[in-house]
Structures are given as C-alpha cells and as structure tokens.
T-cell receptor, first 110, second 114 residues
C-alpha cells in the first residue's frame, strides 16, 4: 500500500479564519513533507519532518504552522492567509528513495 | 546552481505511437532521478526511478526511462502511447546525500490524440 491520504479535498477560507489540513500515511515512512503547488507549476517544498522532528523550513511565512503529532500524521495549521496562498497543498512521505504524494487539498483564500 | 530542465512545455503524439519526454539535469555527483505524473486536480504519482545499475529502468503503466550519464539526461519513454497517458509529467532529481530535496523540472504536458 503506497497511499497517502489528505483531508479535506477542498477548503475555502477567509483571511481571518483558522483552519487545518491533515495528512496520514501508514507505510511506516519516517520522513513527511508539505508542498505548495500553483497551477501548471512544479511543487514547492515548504516543510520536512524527519522522525517527527521539523528538519527543514523553506522560509515559509509564520501564517503556516506545521505539526507532526506522530509518525503517521502531519498537520498544517493555517491562520490569517492571503489570497496569494490559494493553491494545491500536497503532502508526501518518503520510502527508501522516492516520495509518495497524497491527492492534495485545494485551498482557496477569499 | 542545481537545476532540472524539461525543454518541451508540451508533447503531442498519436495513440499507438512511441513517446519521449525529455529531461536533463545539472547536479554534481550521482543524483537520484525520478519521474512523476500528475492528472488534473490530483497529486503526483511516482512512475519510476534511477538510483544505480542498468541505464534503462522500467516503471508503472509501461513507462521506462533511459539514464545517460555523459549527457546528464533521463528521458521518459513509452513504446505505444494511450489516450489515458495524457497528463502533466515532472522529472525530479535528489542531490547526492540529500534525499529530502527534490529538484523538479517545470513539467511537460503530454497530449495523446486518438
């Protein structure tokens, strides 16, 4: 099973809202990732968790706050987002070499 | 600077014909090489990888890729295209010793016509 699940599939939020994106994998992978993808562009790395510790933050604004409650779960907490933050947010986990991606959450900030 | 190039924004091919999607990279050492496919409003699906060994690697859905070290290329191929192969294809590279980092190409849209 190489499945990474993400909820919700779609999210519309106002600039003053607080929401969270969730990601789950049961492949025993110890590295998990958040990416942001704009239309017709490659994914951009945001955060990396390795063994449940934040190992990489690609200078992401503090309105995005990641959390790794355990080795299977990854959250992305959103607060005071801007319209330009509207994008597809992808979660991934890494096996021995390759990363496996979830289906993404389509976020629209109004 | 490390980079991955996919020189074609779009590749058009007739169903049943062979297809090639090109990828070249500029990363020192022996990087890991990957191909991913993305269907509309979906995440990326892993197709295949080159780590070491035979230069021709086989992956999912009948795809294969040829690694050429001297040309620093990793072209994706399929002997007979299907309409359902129409999607966005990304080549990606992990620098040596940094498997957390994926350097993506800009993507190539493959359009297979019936």
């Amino acid at each position: 099973d190489t499945e990474v699940t993400q909820t919700p599939k779609h999210l519309v939020m106002g600039m003053t809202n607080k929401k969270s994106l969730k990601c789950e994998q049961h492949m025993g992978h110890r590295a998990m990732y958040w990416y942001k993808q704009k239309a017709k562009k490659p994914p951009e790395l945001m955060f990396v968790y390795s063994y449940e510790k934040l190992s990489i933050n690609e200078s992401v604004p503090s309105r995005f706050s990641p959390e790794c409650p355990n080795s299977s779960l990854l959250n992305l907490h959103l607060h005071a987002l801007q319209p330009e933050d509207s994008a597809l947010y992808l979660c991934a986990s890494r096996g021995y070499h390759e990363q496996y991606f979830g289906p993404g959450t389509r976020l629209t900030v109004t | 600077a490390q980079s991955v190039a996919q020189p074609e924004d779009q590749v058009n091919v007739a169903e049943g014909n062979p297809l090639t999607v090109k990828c070249t990279y500029s990363v020192s050492g022996n990087p890991y090489l990957f191909w991913y496919v993305q269907y509309p409003n979906r995440g990326l699906q892993f197709l295949l990888k080159y780590i070491t060994g035979d230069n021709l690697v086989k992956g999912s859905y009948g795809f294969e890729a040829e690694f050429n070290k001297s040309q620093t290329s990793f072209h994706l191929k399929k002997p007979s295209a299907l309409v359902s192969d129409s999607a966005l294809y990304f080549c990606a590279v992990s620098p040596p010793g940094n498997t957390d980092k994926l350097i993506f190409g800009t993507g190539t849209r493959l359009q297979v016509f019936p």
